[in-house]
């Protein structure tokens, strides 16, 4: 997926959270939370810092989510950080479409 590279001196990071929420970054973002628990759903994403270089740029942001465990009668959640880079082609980032992250396995908890 392309972004167009901004005007030199905008804000990235609130480029990048403007690209979120109009929905024009998403597919180069890994929405998932499966890998931390089987119930996981994602409850939020924020975008945390943005570095660009010549090369490309780099988009830090994380991803919240909670599961519940109706055996516990508990709600559990974490916030994970996730790095997303691109590169520079002509007059915009390319970024790579998100690969969902693997889940759990029994054989990793052992």
Excluded: K
Aim: proline content about 4%; some cysteine; glycine content about 8%.
């Amino acid at each position: 997926m392309c972004v167009p590279i901004p005007a030199p001196g905008e804000y990235l990071q609130l480029y990048f959270n403007e690209m979120v929420e109009n929905d024009g970054f998403g597919l180069a973002l890994d929405f998932s939370a499966a890998e931390f628990d089987e119930l996981a759903q994602m409850t939020d994403l924020q975008v945390t810092g943005a570095e660009a270089t010549e090369a490309g740029v780099a988009v830090h942001y994380t991803v919240s989510w909670e599961a519940f465990h109706a055996c516990d009668d508990r709600t559990v959640g974490r916030e994970n950080a996730r790095v997303v880079r691109g590169t520079v082609d002509g007059c915009d980032w390319l970024f790579e479409r998100a690969a969902p992250s693997a889940g759990r396995s029994t054989v990793d908890e052992f």
